[in-house]
């Protein structure tokens, strides 16, 4: 979620502002139930979710130290419950009434948060850039040199800071010893406003919780909307991301469109729910609702009216403007995309397949899918090509050759060598071929954007081959002789005098290289070893033979050239 931080300049004069000069004068606020009355620590220690401090303390000036307890920011889980064992350095950034920046002060939250007695504060973290999904506790006055273990009541038993969940909300803790064993300190709530999933503040350090960052507002929807959230009520917003007519972005199966519509209710019946089939219900998760949904600008949804895409509640036709779930300043982008046995629905914290996703759910359609279509990672745009060729990553050093040269990599120069395997005289009148196996010299004439010596960017396949970090090269064999428009081939940058037979991955064993026909296009593929025979390998089998592999759209399947096994 989101962080912020405090420091306290000087204990008893914060209290002082606290509570008035008389600290007799502080007026007993009402709490709930699972919040102790004031403690005489809430002036020094605050809760933090994302880059937001929440502290009864209003005289932290920018610059302030503040250390931190949270959870480990190396670990690859979403963390929402258990003891914070972390400790870092930061300060205070300024005071903030910014909902972007302090969730606390959602529409939907505010009223629940914000009292006469709180401030809240943007804070920084020493060496942690992304708090979006950072949450802890932040404590005023420790000294530099307090780097043991933190004591502060003084009673010789190290302090404990815990986070778990109410039902309506996160519950912040400080425990005088081992946690929830022993007496509580303080504590601090970040209210929702609501009920949205069990408690398990009784249930100790083993329970799981089932809830990630974003899953009680982020959902799926094919014709229906599916989310882990129980409690949306009819008439509730919902924007929905779908596909548009741009054949370029559904190529990369990103999701451009906008629609809003309104929740209807819970949906009892797969008639208008796929998601709610049988053989799809019992594989996907058991806390997932079901809701009907009605378009703002159409009839309500069935199935001849379908929409595909994510669904975000309690965002309207008036919620014009970019979307920035994580409040970090960049659009996020969405993505759906077939991956093995179902689809895979991504929100990213920015451009498409960059980083790591800010929401991510899988939806079991009950059989296996025909292919992947869930694009690689974009390299980046300036690839790391120093050291030898044979050191890059094979996205940047294999391509595939149908009359030019298709590459992951846009910066190779005029006269840069290459080897081509290609079929051999006895295979080119061959039907059903698919081996490489004869071994070329060529050179990099220059980059091409004609279709005259490279069909993949003919008119009516351009903008599918065309994507964002591939170079299209025109090429010549080492002769001079140019390149034939129907040949075929893996090409590899800059090979060494030593790599005949290829030997990508240095085991010893000569690499095979083939090609097979996708659904609309040529699949080239780079192996360890040769190329499997008829029997199509195990996924792991496949996933460790596997060296390189490309498509190359051609909106119909090439004569001569047999489909790929359903595997690959």
Not at 156 to 166: I, K, R, V
Not at 208 to 224: A, M, N, R, S, T
Request: proline share 7%; net charge negative; aromatic share 10%.
């Amino acid at each position: 979620m989101w962080f912020r931080s405090c420091h306290l300049i000087a204990l008893s004069c914060a209290v002082a502002i606290f509570c008035g000069v008389n600290a007799g004068a502080c007026e007993e606020t009402t709490k709930p139930a699972d919040e102790p009355s004031v403690s005489p620590f809430d002036a020094r220690i605050g809760w933090l979710d994302g880059a937001c401090l929440v502290i009864k303390n209003p005289a932290l000036t920018p610059g302030t130290p503040v250390t931190f307890m949270i959870f480990d920011p190396n670990s690859t889980e979403f963390v929402a419950y258990g003891t914070f064992t972390y400790r870092v350095g930061g300060t205070i950034v300024g005071k903030t009434r910014s909902p972007k920046r302090c969730h606390a002060l959602d529409a939907g939250y505010e009223a629940f948060n914000d009292s006469p007695d709180t401030s809240f504060y943007e804070v920084s973290l020493e060496g942690i850039r992304d708090l979006v999904l950072t949450q802890g506790v932040g404590i005023l006055g420790l000294e530099a040199g307090d780097a043991g273990v933190i004591d502060l009541n003084r009673d010789g038993a190290p302090d404990n800071f815990t986070l778990c969940h109410t039902g309506e909300g996160f519950l912040f803790e400080m425990w005088a010893g081992e946690a929830r064993k022993s007496e509580r300190l303080w504590s601090g709530n970040f209210h929702f406003g609501q009920q949205v999933s069990s408690s398990n503040c009784e249930s100790g350090e083993n329970f799981v919780p089932e809830l990630g960052p974003f899953d009680l507002q982020v959902g799926y929807v094919d014709k229906c909307l599916a989310i882990r959230n129980g409690t949306l009520k009819p008439g509730t917003p919902v924007t929905i991301m779908t596909f548009a007519a741009d054949e370029t972005l559904v190529a990369q199966r990103i999701l451009s469109r906008r629609v809003t519509g309104k929740i209807l209710g819970k949906v009892t019946s797969d008639e208008k729910c796929p998601p709610m089939r049988e053989d799809r219900k019992d594989v996907n998760p058991e806390d997932v609702s079901f809701y009907a949904i009605a378009l703002d600008d159409g009839p309500f949804m069935n199935p001849q009216d379908s929409i595909f895409g994510i669904g975000i509640v309690g965002m309207g036709p008036e919620s014009a403007g970019p979307i920035d779930l994580d409040g970090n300043g960049t659009p996020d982008s969405f993505t759906a995309c077939k991956f093995h046995e179902g689809f895979d629905f991504v929100v990213w914290r920015g451009a498409a397949y960059q980083g790591e996703p800010l929401w991510r759910a899988y939806y079991y359609l009950g059989y296996e899918t025909d292919e992947i279509e869930c694009p690689v990672s974009e390299p980046e745009n300036e690839p790391d090509l120093s050291g030898p060729p044979s050191k890059w990553d094979p996205v940047f050093r294999i391509g595939w050759l149908d009359g030019c040269l298709g590459i992951s990599n846009t910066q190779l120069q005029p006269g840069t060598p290459i080897g081509i395997m290609m079929f051999a005289p006895e295979d080119q009148q061959k039907t059903g071929r698919t081996v490489f196996k004869k071994r070329v010299s060529g050179v990099i004439l220059g980059k091409t954007e004609s279709a005259e010596n490279c069909p993949a960017l003919a008119e009516d396949v351009r903008d599918w081959n065309d994507g964002s970090g591939v170079g299209f090269y025109k090429v010549a064999l080492e002769n001079g002789q140019s390149l034939a428009p129907d040949a075929l081939g893996v090409g590899v940058v800059r090979p060494e005098p030593e790599e005949d037979p290829f030997d990508l991955d240095g085991n010893g064993v000569a690499d095979g290289f083939s090609v097979c026909n996708g659904r609309n296009g040529l699949t080239f593929l780079a192996w360890i070893g040769e190329v499997p025979g008829s029997d199509v390998p195990s996924d792991d089998a496949l996933a460790s033979q596997l060296i390189w592999s490309g498509f190359f759209e051609l909106g119909h399947k090439l004569g001569g050239v047999p489909n790929c096994p359903a595997g690959y």
